[in-house]
């Protein structure tokens, strides 16, 4: 099975900053990788598809990048309203999903 | 707008079985499979499995194969799951989810979640 390991698992930035996150698959899954964010005690908001295109009505500070193995994931000009969790997810043909750990992400 | 409204908050005993329901609005429940995830206290995201209401199909994780059944009732338009032999482990926030745009693979709209506690 593929293995999908996020980091980090937290970080903290100021408003304005810009952050990645980072996503390493165990083997390649090519573009099969998907973004999303979640606010506590909410259901998680997809971000990111195919790696690197961003979905309907999400701001364009949101970028995706990589293929292959490594995945990177940043926000441009940190917002207050960005703090959440962060959670890579890859898919397979079936499609079967595997998501990474998460990463917790706070306002300094 | 498309919706899925989730059944509400269960409490088990350990060994009991539960059943949760994802009913759909606004959009023809046979186009898209609905899946299933668990999310336990402060933890992460884990795809528990998916059924295609279109023909019955389902496909489970692997940690969940053989104590969960998925289904898809089309006269109500409601997606269920059922987890049997449940642990405390079980304990978690379990969402319905589905996939809509039909060109990418993004779990893009999503229920509201339903909280399972498993306690003696």
């Known amino acids: 099975d593929i293995q999908m390991t996020q980091t980090p698992s937290s970080l903290s930035a100021s408003v304005g900053d810009r952050v990645t996150i980072t996503c390493q698959a165990s083997?390649?899954?090519?573009?099969?990788l998907n973004w999303y964010q979640q606010k506590p005690g909410k259901a998680p908001k997809l971000l990111i598809y195919d790696a690197s295109n961003l979905e309907t009505g999400v701001p364009s500070r949101f970028r995706g990048s990589g293929s292959g193995t490594h995945f990177t994931f940043t926000i441009y000009n940190l917002q207050p309203e960005d703090v959440a969790t962060y959670f890579c997810q890859h898919y397979d043909r079936l499609p079967k999903y595997t998501f990474g750990q998460g990463t917790k992400l706070e306002i300094k | 707008e498309v919706q899925l409204a989730q059944s509400g908050a269960e409490v088990k005993k350990p060994g009991a079985t539960v059943r949760l329901s994802c009913e759909i609005s606004?959009?023809?429940?046979?186009?898209?499979?609905i899946h299933w995830l668990q999310q336990a206290p402060g933890k992460g995201l884990e795809w528990v499995g998916r059924?295609?209401?279109?023909?019955?199909?389902?496909i489970y994780a692997e940690n969940f194969q053989g104590r969960v059944t998925i289904t898809a009732d089309t006269s109500t338009d409601t997606a269920y799951m059922e987890l049997r032999s449940l642990g405390s482990e079980d304990t978690a926030v379990y969402y319905c989810a589905t996939s809509q745009a039909g060109y990418h693979y993004g779990l893009d709209v999503w229920g509201h979640g339903t909280t399972v506690t498993v306690s003696s």
């Open positions: 059924v295609d209401p279109a023909d019955g199909e389902t």
């Open positions: 083997q390649d899954i090519s573009y099969f």
């Open positions: 606004e959009y023809t429940f046979t186009d898209y499979p």
